[in-house]
């Protein structure tokens, strides 16, 4: 499962272009603020969809940009909407952290957690188990 994971992603790499192919190295290597940059312009010049899912976990987490819920939601959404599931969990969380669409936020995770994403397990158990317990 994880090689056709690999394989797909580096199918997207190739076929988006450079500018996202560009920014997936920088993220890796922890240079956020370029790698947005290229992600940008993988999304205009590109039109590379997997895109929006990077800037949307990159304006959740902060990564090398101030955090901004509402953007996040917006990238997203978008992720989400062209069929990226681990899109669904990042959105989940920006959900929950907005305050809204809870009930989605839960579906979204525990439909993540059958699919067995990883990210959608630790979210859940982050954000609603532990968030229950206080």
């Known amino acids: ?12 790499m190739v ?3 450079s500018n996202f192919r560009d920014g997936m190295l920088l993220y890796r290597d922890g240079d956020f603020q370029k790698a947005k940059k290229s992600f940008d312009l993988a999304l205009s010049q590109d039109h590379a ?6 800037l949307g976990k990159m304006y959740l987490r902060g990564e090398g940009i ?3 819920i509402q953007t996040s939601i917006k990238y997203l959404e ?16 920006a959900y929950i952290k907005n ?3 809870k009930k989605k936020a839960i579906s979204l995770l525990k439909t993540g957690i059958k699919k067995n994403i990883k990210e959608c397990k630790k ?3 982050t954000q609603i188990k532990q968030g229950a317990k206080k």
Request: aromatic share 10%.
């Open 123 to 125: 979210i859940y158990n």
């Open 1 to 12: 499962m994880k090689r056709v994971l690999l394989f797909c992603t580096l199918l997207f």
């Open 15 to 17: 076929l988006e272009g």
């Open 49 to 54: 969809i997997q895109a929006n899912f990077m």
């Open 66 to 68: 101030l955090a901004d």
């Open 78 to 93: 978008r992720s989400s909407q062209s069929g990226n599931i681990r899109a669904n969990c990042f959105l989940a969380e």
């Open 99 to 101: 305050g809204t669409n």
